[in-house]
């Protein structure tokens, strides 16, 4: 990988101030930016370690909330009693992505801004507008059987791979930034951006600022994460739910519904959502939910099987939330 | 360069590498620990687990410099029934990816006493099914997944 | 059936260790951490090597600026065509050259300005650490003239030309009968096209070569499972004679075919070795295996069966389409297995192949049968389908009493009794017949079988075993550990066969210094070790006999009196060990050698293939469970029943036909290399989009063998590396079909094909 420097600060002001400079860029557990440095996709001056930072623990929030440090790592959180009681989705969604190794190493903070898995974004060699922003997009012609059918451009239609954020897009996560002017609060469901004309902007994120904190507000309903993917573990989601639902006398009173592997960010379904709001939790109404969600999806030749997949895997998820009740 | 310290198999180690040195390259070109293996070099085999402070990672993706300090056990390191498990079951063939598994099986098996769930944890016990989903960030191409299994429920008693 | 029944040799003892479930000799090795691979020896003055590969698929380079790479600090060379020292052209591909067998492809790299794949080494860059050589090769900057380029399959596969004959790698096709009159004439019919998608070896280690050169004298450790061919290969691309270099491969982390020849990467430590004046390591990346390393090429097939009502085929038809590479490659023998496994009167077997500007393919577990079976196997339950037949029922009602083209008999055929055991112990009989019926939850349930075949082959080995005075023995042989336990197995032959101790028997393989062995492929190496060291070993009981000093009880024996056992040679009457035989005759040690003359071994194999068909044979059952609303197929019980000769150990024997099932698997469902139809180019060169089974995919597999000797086999053995993969994507097809009522022609058998 091309040449460094490392700094490892150990309080957020200087952390932020490293990280101010053109070409810095934050280290999590580097499972993501390592192997794109190594892939010369990323190529920073300044890699700025925030490991040391004190945003390592899952904070109660007063009112029911969890307050989740930037620094978490994914498998702490997912064993964090309170966030199997509580989220069940979010601990399943993170114990299905990546290895129980992966895990250890990856944070809340990395994995929130981890990028897509694209097999042309990942060739240095290929057209790609994300890597190379105006230098045409192979995918679209290319194999795109991962590739999203839901938010795309035709400037870019790479899904965004995280199970972690699609957990916390349907629990209305919001993040909180330390920037240079300060602290910001953003809701997950705005914190990625669509593709539009410049794929290469994936945030809301200004340059530098640091994402120190997940605070998830309470949810009563019970939630579930259902992810299908090529085998059996140890592969990125083709398609992924993550719902929470409640259900009262056969009609639906509170659903959230976040779909992952069909769009360049987590997708919150809030057509589908609405649709299911008052109307009998049956499977009739999940699959005319779920088919109005994907009505409006852009399909490549590789990649239309996923709105059948995803229609039934909302159904699956919502059946068996609706039949077992809890998270399992 | 950046001057670092750790802790390898019991034995403290200084040594200057550049910020861009993976914990791997470290282990393997500077120290001559060869125990862990670069199957891929981007996280995606496990061929190069090792144990951190007791915990499993992937030192491929790991940079050298953010484990300063920190006690580093490779199967160089380790003394531990799993080693014998793993022949009598057969749990490898051409042992390349064997290191791995081994460090792995450990670093999972404390995972799960201290009591960290996993995809498919529905009831207690550290069945069949839950070892193969804890361990299925090690890839053996060998084919050897049914005689790691059965090493891992042999040391646990099952 | 009938066989002339030729005595196999055999031990004069008791069999103490021939079958048994050894712990393998290098186990401690293995779990310590101690065993070293090619990247892992040290030298003093190493420099790392990384590899730039082209980004066009065919074309030329006009320029190679490397100036920046070269200021990088710690780069110790690039080297280009322009600048890099001229290799030897790669020998003209012959038969009688083991050497040009090895070679990769015709390309001679950095020697010219041509590009012919995608992913082709085009500069090497030497450093003094991996890290900047890998990055300084990111900063070699070609350009290139780009040429027209056919890459993909799927378009220029109508191109496909018929294999030309004679080629006596390959069983190419066959005509008996008249196979398309038949075929219509039949009252009940399939006819269907399958596809197999480019597989990958993706063995857990990386292609490593340490190279380092002592005047015309080179070192070399290299993750080969062929010594023997690599090392004549580099000694006719190098000009030094064979005997100046040396290959050492103690343990290598997997093959799988894909490290059967010389390959780039090989080649390229050697020259970069050789024009830096240093030890070079290149280790290539998981990319670069993908980049350089062919795989299995990808396949189109028609089968087509006739059969009358009860089911008796009166016809087979079997083509086949896959491709090699313009600057070289292996025709894949797609069809092998359907000369073998039905009796049928009326037979068109054929073979065509198209050449891409693509890196070779190369052979990979069972090449031919692995995917050849899959279309037929798959044919045949399709068959069953449409007659209301048992799959089973079908099969065994057309098992050939000779071998169908050829007429020529078996040595050994028990897959009745495969399936009649496997049957029994899989609980076949607890199918319900019907497509999509059987369910556990929401999971559909279904159970699927097939037939496995692979062609049994062996070759010259060159041993020489050791006696020493204090008991112990060491056979010594260039053969190759890449995970089947071949030190094990022979240290057990050769233990039964002098009657000592597993213990006391060392085997010395992994060296090219050591007496010539056989390549690790083809699943010949260890039956064709263990003939030499049978032999091998009843010359030293004779040797032994010999030397029995005066008043010895021994003297006088004939050797077929003698027993070998607890260390030494005994007669009813009494016997002495090997220790005090060799002691008073004031030996300390006795050496003996076998050295089967290749002219003497082509002349028996060209009898016996007159004869004979030999093979190993199986039935694969299989129960998946399919997800009706995603499509997600789980393997969730697996049986294989094999008929493979003599098994030397029940262990490791076990776990390598578990090893080709998992294969199977992941071939079946998962596995595929994507290569861009644009480009050429592999767009999937990794672990994590290449998609091998994990833990999570593989149930336990439950495995059966006959054990029976095959009567013609020296030991009654055969290889079996191979055998197990054959049948097993089918199998899952097979299975798949019966859980849902589809039957999915493309491998691999992704959701999508399901939803
Ligand atoms: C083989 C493999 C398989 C995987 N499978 C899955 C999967 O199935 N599902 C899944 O969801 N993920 C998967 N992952 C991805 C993995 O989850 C991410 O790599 C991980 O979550 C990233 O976290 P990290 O801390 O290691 O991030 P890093 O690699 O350290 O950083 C990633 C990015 O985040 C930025 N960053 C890090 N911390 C902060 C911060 N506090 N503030 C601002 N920016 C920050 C970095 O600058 C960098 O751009 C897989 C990864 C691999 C290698
Ligand atoms: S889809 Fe996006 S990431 Fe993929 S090649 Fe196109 S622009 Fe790049
Ligand atoms: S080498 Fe680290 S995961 Fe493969
Ligand atoms: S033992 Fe060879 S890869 Fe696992």
Partial sequence: MRPFAYVKPVDVETAVLAAAKPGAKFLGGGTNLVDLMREGIERPDTVVDVTGLPFDTVDELPGGGLRIGAMVRNSALAADPRVRARYPVLSQALLCGASGQLRNMATVGGNLLQRTRCPYFYDTAAACNKREPGSGCDALDGFNRGCAILGVSESCIATHPSDMCVALAALDAVVEVRGADGTRRIPLTDFHRLPGDTPEIETTLAPGDLVTAVELPPVAAGSRYRKVRDRASYAFALVSVAAALRVSDGIVTEVRLALGGVAPKPWRAREAERLLVGGPADEASFRRAAEAELAAATLRPDNAFKVALAASTVVATLRMLSTEGASR | MTEMRMKVNGSVESLDVEPWVSLLDALRDRLGVTGPKKGCDQGACGACTVLVDGMRINACLALAVQYDGREITTIEGVAHPLQEAFVRHDGFQCGYCTPGQICSAIGMLAEYEAGMPSAVTESPGLDEAEIRERMSGNLCRCGAYNGIVDAIMDVTGR | ?755
């Fill in chain 3, 1 to 755: 059936m009938s066989i002339d029944y030729v005595k196999p040799e055999q031990a004069t003892g008791t069999t103490r260790y021939v079958g048994q479930a050894v712990d393998r000799v290098d186990g401690t090795a293995k779990t310590s951490g101690q065993a070293r691979f090619a990247a892992e020896f040290p030298y003093p003055d190493l420099a790392h090597a990384a590899l730039v590969h082209a980004t066009i698929a065919r074309g030329r380079i006009t320029a190679i600026d490397t100036a920046a790479a070269r200021v990088v600090h710690g780069v110790v060379d690039v080297l280009t065509h322009e600048n890099a020292p001229a290799m030897k052209p790669a020998p003209k591909m012959s038969m009688l050259n083991l050497g040009s067998i090895a070679s990769s492809s015709s390309v001679n790299y950095l020697a010219t300005d041509e590009v012919h794949w995608n992913g082709q080494p085009v500069a090497v860059v030497v450093a003094e650490t991996v890290e900047t050589a890998r990055y300084a090769a990111s900063l070699v900057a070609p350009t290139y003239q780009e040429l027209p380029a056919a890459v993909d399959f799927a378009t220029e596969k109508h191109n496909a030309v018929p294999e030309k004959k004679g080629n006596p790698l390959l069983e190419g096709g066959a005509d008996k009968g008249d196979a398309t009159a038949a075929l219509a004439a039949a009252p009940v019919s399939v006819d269907l096209e399958f596809s197999t998608p480019q597989y990958n070896h993706n063995a857990i280690e990386p292609h490593a070569t340490t190279a380092v050169w002592d005047g015309d004298h080179l070192t070399l450790h290299d993750s080969t499972q062929n010594i023997g061919w690599v090392r004549k290969h580099l000694a006719q691309r190098f000009g030094v004679p064979e005997k100046s270099i040396r290959i050492l491969s103690p343990f290598v982390g997997g093959g799988f075919g894909g490290k059967g020849r010389a390959w780039p990467g090989t080649l390229l430590a050697v020259l970069a070795a050789r024009a830096t004046g240093r030890a070079v390591r290149l280790a290539l990346t998981r990319e670069g295996v993908y980049h350089t390393v062919g795989g299995r090429t990808p396949s189109t097939q028609r089968v087509a069966l006739g059969a009358d009502a009860q089911g008796r085929l009166t016809a087979i038809v079997h083509t086949s389409v896959s491709r090699i590479a313009r600057v070289g490659g292996l025709p894949e023998p797609v069809t092998t297995a359907t000369h073998h496994l039905y009796a049928v009167p009326n037979i068109h077997l054929s073979h065509e192949v198209v050449e891409l500007d693509l890196l070779t393919n190369t052979f990979m577990r069972a090449p031919g049968e692995a995917i050849g079976t899959f279309a037929l196997e798959s044919a045949i339950d399709e068959l069953a389908w449409e007659l209301g037949m048992d799959p089973i029922e079908l099969r065994l009602r057309n098992e050939p009493e000779r071998d169908p083209v050829s007429g020529k008999s078996f040595t050994q055929r028990m897959l009745r009794e495969a399936y009649a055991r496997g049957a029994e112990r899989f609980g076949w009989r607890d199918r319900d017949p019907r497509p999509g019926v059987m369910r556990d939850g929401r999971w559909l349930v279904g159970m699927g079988v097939a037939t496995a075949f692979r062609g049994s082959i062996h070759m010259p080995v060159h041993v020489t075993v050791r006696l020493g005075a204090d008991g112990k023995l060491v056979v010594r042989c260039a053969l190759h550990e890449i995970g089947m336990g071949t030190a094990t197995a022979q240290a057990q032959i050769a233990a039964d066969e002098m009657g000592v101790p597993l213990e006391s028997v060392r085997v010395e393989y992994g060296d090219s210094e050591l007496p010539r062995g056989v390549g690790a492929i083809g699943s010949a190496q260890t039956a064709s070790a263990a003939a030499s060291v049978l032999a091998a070993c009843a010359k030293l009981r004779k040797a032994v006999l010999a030397l029995a000093p005066p008043g010895s009880p021994l003297r006088g024996r004939r050797i077929e009196e003698l027993e070998a056992r607890d260390g030494g040679l005994h007669h009813r009457d009494g016997g002495q060990t090997y220790t005090e035989i060799l002691t008073a005759a004031g030996r300390d040690h006795l050496e003996v050698e076998h050295k089967p003359t290749m002219l003497g071994f082509l002349a028996r194999t060209v009898r016996d293939s007159r004869r004979w068909v030999k093979a190993t044979t199986g039935a694969q059952f299989c129960e998946v469970r399919v997800d009706p609303d995603t499509g997600e197929v789980r393997v969730s019980r697996w049986l294989g029943v094999f008929d493979l000769g003599t098994v030397i150990n029940a262990r490791t024997a076990a776990s390598q036909l578990r090893g080709g099932i998992v294969m199977g698997i992941g071939m079946a469902l998962s596995e595929q290399t994507l290569i861009d139809h644009r480009t050429g180019r592999i767009m999937n060169p990794s672990l994590a989009e290449y998609h091998v089974p994990v833990h999570a995919d593989i149930p336990h597999i439950d495995i059966d063998y006959l054990n029976e000797p095959d009567p013609t086999m020296p030991l009654g053995l055969h290889g079996i590396g191979e055998v197990s993969i054959t049948g097993a994507a089918a199998a899952v097809a097979n299975a798949v079909r019966h859980a849902t009522g589809k039957r999915v022609r493309d491998l691999p058998i992704t959701l999508d094909k399901l939803l």
